[in-house]
């Protein structure tokens, strides 16, 4: 296995930049508040914006403040207070371009004002919407039936509990939408409380329970030594009737095989979580990619826990989803202090010229702009612009570049194509007449993987060799071909998974070039077995070595390439 690793480091000079040291904080609760507060203290300019008037917060979330020790009456009143601080509610971002440092916000707020900043960064952390589903029961919201956020706030004030009379309470989780465990651990400990007056009686009617969330079994066993009696049920919704006489639930109990019918006091139920309606606009707007729930952060380990597919946009706590106030207070702290790392100088240098344009080339048909997963391409003076804080130099935009109009320092098309026919016809040929392997490794995986498998002594193929490249979405399919040109019997395209794709797509996109290539193979006489396409984690040594002793098994059994044999035959 050789690889000759064409991403030598060359020095790049430097260059300083300006940045903007103010940050758009966007949400009105208690994350947003500790983020704007946590800034404003490390000296940032903060400009708190949401579409609700004033700081007032989702009752959900100051509810359960106390998890967090801020105290959300001086957090309210500090933040109301701060020189640095800045609110604008009700506002609308309406449009926002830029870099991180020099992102530009036009803003709409109380109506009818519009007003441009200037800001370094944003930090997202709006609240989401809760709802009962009281339509999927068939049931309106009464004294009888409650939602758990109406619960808890009673609750928590403790007038709920202070009546004589012992209660029966029916807890409902999980059975309108996939419960999650924040939400499951919010309504066992509401059960908890319930069930601190020992009279009342507590039922914990469930489905899709999850117990494996930290400190869940625990809580769980707690409730049932307090006496609550949870009932899961597999595939079947209880039944749920109100009138002006009661409350009724009933449902099968698989254990006993009965019939059960509750006349509770009260019926409690669990909420979902949905995004707040302005997430799809302020998404397409930022230009960030969203969950499949619809909240802001797209599922992928790069992404967690506070970063998104935009340098420079940090999202925190239930702005992607349910999370708790412990959780989410933590994050808005750490996304503060990664916002004070970037732009805290106001200034920073940035290495010159790692993607080159050649303006001569480029038809302005904005491929790049539209394909760069981070973001880093804008369009000015009718040219894209690339910006070096955000540039993750992944290579996307050269390889679907039709003009071969950007190149990657380090990683241009002359090297590399220049290292693959290097590779290949350069050196001597495999010992035993082993197969002539190429294999274009992802740097952030497959590289990984391959490095592991040697550090273990893993048996890997005799002819097999390596190029790094710095995502799979960098493979321009013209490599495949040069590789294939330069006699390789095989040639693996090596990614990460999707999820775990550095670039977002990078992966997925070199999986549809090797379809492709596979397609015009035969034109060429050549199998398209020859090519492959596969993904792996970086610490997938064993896989790594799988993957290529099947291919080589594979192409021992095709024969070596005709392009090979033709080759081999004219250097005689
Ligand atoms: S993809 Fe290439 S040709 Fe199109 S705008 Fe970008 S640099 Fe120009
Ligand atoms: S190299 Fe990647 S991150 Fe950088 S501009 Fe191109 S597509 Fe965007």
Known sequence: MTDNNITKNEELKKVEISIST????WGSGLIAGVAARELAKMGHEVFLCSPEPGITGNAHFWGRADDTNVDLESLSAEVEEDAWIQIMAPAEIIEFYGSPGKFQARLKVNGDLSLEKEIGAVILANE????????????SESERVRTLSWVESELFEKSFLSGEDPLKIVFLCGFTHHSNPYSQQRAVEAAL???????????FLTEHFKVAHKGMER?????REAGILFVKLSGSMPGLECDEEGVEVSYFDETVGEEVLIKPDLVVLEESYMPPPETGPLSEILELNLDRDGFFQEENIYNRPIFSNRVGVWIVGPAKGPISCQEGVEEARAAALGVHQLLSEGKKYVPENRIVLDSKKCTICLTCYRLCPHRAISYQNRRPIFSELSCKVCGICAAECPMDAIQIHDFSDKRLKAQIIDDISGAPPPVGGAPLLVAFCCRNSALEAANLASLRGLTLPGGLKLISVPCAGKIDPDYLLTAFRAGADGVMVLGCHHEGCKSFRGSDLAKWRVEFIKGTLAESGLDEERLFFGSLAPCAGSEFAKIVTEMENLIRDLGESPVRRALSRKSF
């Not at 103010?22 to 904080?25: F, M, P, S």
């Not at 989401?128 to 049931?139: H, I, S």
């Not at 409380?193 to 039922?203: D, E, G, Q, Y």
Request: charged residues 25%; proline residues 3%.
């Open 193 to 203: 409380r319930a069930a601190s007056k020992r009279t009342n009686r507590v039922f």
């Open 22 to 25: 103010g940050v758009l904080v």
């Open 128 to 139: 989401p919407v809760l709802r009962a589903g009281f339509e999927a029961w068939g049931v």
């Open 219 to 223: 809580l769980t066993r707690k409730a």
